[in-house]
């Protein structure tokens, strides 16, 4: 299992990006998919996750600004981001929930086991 993101960059508070995870083999669909985000110092945060069926889940900091979905056809899940706030800084990265798991999504990092290299966003004030 291979895992790229990509779509990072430099924005303005309140600007949008749009963040891609391309994933390889046949199996793409059957998997439950989630971002995190490390900001400089802190831990790695739960940002979002989906699963097969396309259920969404989000942390509270970011529900209602960010929309995770996926084309399972192309291999490929995204991360919308709107309304960027500084404090939404960060590396994003990708990753897959160990198969298997109940529930299809977990808010501890340990819960995946394929990630992808990163992503930096930068949202300047």
């Known amino acids: 299992v291979q895992l790229q993101a990509s779509g990072g960059g430099l924005v303005q508070a309140g600007g949008s990006l749009r963040l891609s995870c391309a994933g390889s083999?046949?199996?793409?669909?059957?998997?439950?998919m989630a971002w995190f985000r490390q900001a400089p110092g802190k831990e790695r945060e739960f940002v979002a996750a989906?699963?097969?069926?396309?259920?969404?889940y989000y942390a509270d900091s970011v529900k209602g600004r960010f929309t995770i979905f996926r084309e399972n056809a192309k291999n490929t899940m995204y991360l919308q981001m709107n309304s960027l706030k500084p404090e939404d800084t960060a590396v994003y990265y990708c990753?897959?929930?160990?198969?298997?798991?109940?529930?299809?999504?977990?808010?501890?990092?340990?819960?995946?086991?394929?990630w992808g290299q990163g992503t930096q966003v930068t949202v300047s004030s």
């Open positions: 989906i699963n097969w069926s396309g259920t969404t």
């Open positions: 083999g046949r199996t793409f669909s059957t998997y439950h």
């Open positions: 990753a897959r929930r160990v198969p298997g798991s109940f529930p299809s999504y977990s808010l501890a990092a340990d819960g995946y086991d394929y």
